[in-house]
């Protein structure tokens, strides 16, 4: 999922906690608050401007993963390393918490057993579902990459008009789902490194340019908010299509903050590296179900801090004190649990691809006859 450390570009990394800061500034607006119910007051705009992050950080983490992912080779440990970090979280926080749930009747037990067993794909981390997901098929979306640089442009573009523009226009869908939002996004940032579409224009006016298109999606999003609390039905549905994930605005802010990092001059710091090594984590601690209301209602109580005239600063104490002790535990976990747990995986990473092949090779045999008799 990334480059060699010794070569990689601590630029990219840098935008990954920025990105990652930006999805916890998110959470802090959504999940501590019920904005559209704050009283009108420069508080309120402030809620508007962190909440703004949340698809922005989501966007540039999958234009920097894409770009590593679409020349570095799927392979076994890669996914045994993720999908170990997302289990272990699950596990240890239901264990944690676990008294939350002593309650529970054994239906509600149950419910949580097979949530903290299979946190991937049972809505637990949707995230963390799709990037999986998103890896698996890597290899076939970097085949689809070389195909010719026409046909990339060509499909990357159909894809923008029909699950960015349309749906901002007409509010209508056409059946968008986030998995296939990353894969253009995927696409995007293959085609950026493998064939190049940035100018030679210094990075500061990406930077610039990627400011000023999130403060109009800010500015039309709160004004859509402001008519729609007025009884202008009409823009009901429209105040959150400026800040959607596939919104042209964090579209294009995100493709333009991504390549004014890469504009920089490249360089590789190791702090910044581990630092960054420690995002998933982030992601996974902090915005896990049982910990998500506990953090920001029980904990920091967020919803106290709303009438403070120094609001601005509790909020930025606080997620960066979310960001640094979420790092905190999972550079730990890197070096104790991770490093035992990962030697004695890898060496039999192997034995478990073949048993894992052994046990599958029937029910592939059964479907490849099924075809054949079909057609």
């Not at 983490?61 to 679409?70: A, D």
């Not at 008294?99 to 054994?106: C, D, E, G, I, Q």
């Not at 057993?113 to 809505?123: A, Q």
């Amino acid at each position: 999922m990334a480059e060699n450390k010794k070569t990689r570009n601590s630029n990219l990394e840098i935008l990954r906690i920025i990105s990652m800061l930006l999805i916890v500034a998110h959470h802090f607006a959504v999940h501590g608050f019920k904005i559209e119910e704050t009283p009108i007051s420069v508080n309120h705009y402030l809620l508007h401007i962190f909440e703004s992050g949340g698809k922005l950080g989501v966007s540039c983490f999958i234009l920097i993963s894409g770009y590593f992912m679409c020349r570095s080779k799927f392979t076994l440990n890669k996914l045994i390393k993720i999908i170990s970090e997302v289990l272990f979280y699950s596990l240890v926080i239901v264990l944690i918490f676990y008294k939350t749930f002593s309650s529970a009747n054994f239906v509600g037990k149950l419910f949580l057993f097979i949530r903290t067993m299979f946190p991937i794909g049972n809505g637990a981390y949707w995230f963390m579902t799709d990037f999986i997901v998103l890896m698996l098929i890597s290899p076939l979306l970097n085949k689809a990459l070389h195909t010719d640089r026409i046909t990339v442009k060509r499909t990357i573009l159909t894809f923008f008009i029909i699950w960015s523009v349309m749906p901002s226009l007409i509010g209508v869908s056409y059946g968008f789902n986030e998995l296939g939002w990353f894969v253009v996004l995927y696409f995007i940032a293959g085609y950026i490194r493998e064939y190049g579409s940035f100018s030679n224009e210094k990075p500061l006016k990406n930077f610039m340019l990627s400011s000023l298109i999130l403060i109009m999606a800010i500015f039309a999003k709160i004004v859509c908010c402001r008519l729609n609390n007025m009884g202008i039905g009409f823009f009901e549905n429209y105040g959150y299509i400026f800040l959607n994930l596939n919104s042209p605005f964090i579209l294009i802010s995100a493709i333009e903050l991504f390549v004014g990092f890469l504009k920089l001059k490249p360089y590789s710091s190791k702090i910044i590296n581990i630092i960054s090594s420690a995002t998933f984590g982030v992601y996974l601690i902090h915005d896990n179900n049982i910990v998500r209301p506990y953090l920001w209602e029980r904990l920091l109580r967020v919803e106290n801090l709303f009438n403070s005239k120094l609001f601005v600063i509790y909020a930025v104490i606080d997620i960066l004190a979310v960001y640094i002790v979420c790092t905190l535990i999972d550079l730990i976990r890197q070096a104790t649990v991770e490093k035992i747990y990962l030697k004695v995986v890898y060496k039999n990473t192997e034995s478990i691809k073949n048993n894992a092949l052994r046990i599958l090779q029937k029910p592939v045999e059964k479907i490849k006859n099924l075809i054949g008799y079909m057609f």
